[in-house]
């Protein structure tokens, strides 16, 4: 039985086929039509829609999701809020009326979707640093953005009597008493030993956490998935905790989790990782997602090999760690085994003498996929040379790569605009891209060379700030 809250009515579904996306649900058999489809693919935020559930205090959180790549059957236990709630009686709601008076609206298609963003902005309990990345997985093409961050910035950390959510305990009570999900064809394991008694029921089984990935097979490729293994509750999977060299990130742990942690531990990938897709899509992807789909224009693979990480790969009783390079070995190939799942990522801490940089270049600069990814990432002597050197691509191969050729240039050498030169000359005859339409090959190529140029512009004004300090 499959039970979640719509708006203020529980609803239970006896069975709904793995396949079942929520807003199709809403729909057509909820009659909720506020709800659009514009992408189907999760880019637009037209289908936008606010999830509740408890965090780890046991405190209500609301999140905004992409209704047209969440799977029904993921929603077990949480209420969904559409934009049909949000008006009580004749009033306006407050988010409502932050959009009206700021005349944020035209032909109104993709308003519904950015009220929800919006609502899901007002409820967090602290401001937000950037309340407009709250809009940053919502399109329009009418009005411009102007009036809609207006109304994010009027909204963001201000307490209103909400007529939509009236009653949270409520709502708190009816989560906590929802019984486990049982639901044919749909297994949702919560430790690693029935997680590996499920894949031996159900060994033909897709694997999913967020499937903000996986969904696009269904609705763009029209592929019908018969059955469907959910990670997103393995305590296994769910938890961040320091280790003796670092720290270990479990696989299922949303996106946007990993960049409120990766931004203070490791502050020079908070722009990559904020790139990853909108807030909307990190609300629910998560590591393991994008490295199981192992995509060559993925940015999770060269940021971990940059980082010296390891990926933990689990058959329910051994553990191992594989080097990203190692694990990725052809497009869209691993060497995950048919009883294995991605467990969770390993990451050292780097060292004062170390200096990291990841750079993403794309059309767009937020919820788009990368032409290429460069990763750097040295490690100085008390001489001033480099010890040690890891320079990791994404879009320029089949997979993610390591450009080792271009790393023993570098290694034993101090790092001088000479030495750039004769670096950004090798290039060509290591990185060897194919031309799509993000990019032609000569374009990739420069750009490799281009971003080893700004590292080391970014490395010598941080010496030279360093030296004018002393």
């Known amino acids: 039985m499959l039970e979640l809250m719509i708006n203020d009515e529980i609803v239970e579904i006896e069975h709904a086929a793995p396949s079942t996306m929520l807003l199709n649900y809403l729909r057509e058999q909820q009659g909720l039509t506020g709800t659009k489809e514009g992408c189907a693919s999760g880019d637009c935020g037209a289908c936008t829609v606010v999830m509740v559930d408890t965090d780890d205090t046991n405190t209500l959180r609301y999140r905004q999701i992409n209704a047209c790549i969440t799977p029904l059957n993921a929603l077990h236990g949480k209420q969904i809020i559409t934009v ?43 401001k937000p640093e950037k309340p407009m990345d709250f809009l940053a997985g919502n399109l329009c093409r009418c009005t411009g953005y102007g009036p809609l961050i207006e109304a994010a910035e009027e909204l963001a950390g201000v307490e209103y009597w909400d007529p939509a959510q009236p009653n949270e305990e409520e709502v708190k009570s009816w989560i906590e008493g929802c019984d486990k999900q049982e639901t044919l064809n749909y297994l949702k394991p919560t430790n690693r030993k029935e997680l590996a008694k499920a894949k031996r029921a159900m060994p033909q089984a897709t694997m999913i956490a967020g499937g903000t990935d996986l969904a696009l097979e269904i609705t763009q490729q029209l592929k019908d998935v018969k059955q469907l293994i959910d990670l997103s509750e393995v305590q296994d999977l769910l938890d961040i905790t320091k280790t003796k060299s670092g720290w270990r990130l479990g696989a299922s742990v949303p996106l946007y989790k990993v960049h409120e942690f990766m931004r203070k531990q490791f502050p020079s990938t908070d722009e990559v990782i904020e790139r990853l897709g909108s807030l909307t899509i990190r609300n629910r992807a998560t590591l393991g997602g994008s490295l199981g789909h192992a995509s060559p224009i993925g940015d999770i693979a060269p940021l971990l090999i940059s980082l010296n990480g390891k990926i933990e790969v689990d058959n329910g009783t051994e553990k191992r760690l594989y080097a990203p390079e190692d694990y990725i070995t052809g497009y869209r190939e691993t060497v995950i085994k048919p009883d294995q799942w991605i467990s969770a990522v390993h990451i050292p801490q780097l060292a004062p003498n ?31 040379r480099i010890k040690q050197c890891i320079i990791s691509a994404g879009g320029i191969a089949a997979k993610s790569v390591r450009l080792t050729e ?55 004004q941080i010496n030279t700030r360093l030296t004018e300090n002393a």
């Not at 988010?95 to 899901?120: E, I, N, R």
């Open 84 to 126: 049909e709630q949000l008006k009580q009686g004749s009033e306006l709601h407050p988010v409502q009326k932050a959009v009206v008076d700021k005349h944020g609206t035209q032909c109104g298609f993709c308003t519904p979707g950015f009220v929800m963003s919006l609502y899901a902005l007002s409820k967090q309990k602290q």
């Open 354 to 384: 170390q200096k990291h940089a990841i750079y993403k270049v794309s059309k767009r600069f937020e919820d788009d996929i990368a032409t290429v990814v460069l990763a750097l990432n040295f490690t100085l002597g008390s001489d001033k």
């Open 406 to 460: 271009l790393e023993e240039l570098i290694v034993g050498r101090t790092f001088t605009q000479l030495l750039v030169n004769k670096v950004k000359a090798h290039v060509p005859k290591v990185v060897h891209p194919l031309s799509d339409v993000r990019g032609s090959a000569e374009y990739r190529v420069r750009l490799v060379q281009n971003l080893i140029q700004r590292f080391y512009f970014e490395c010598n």
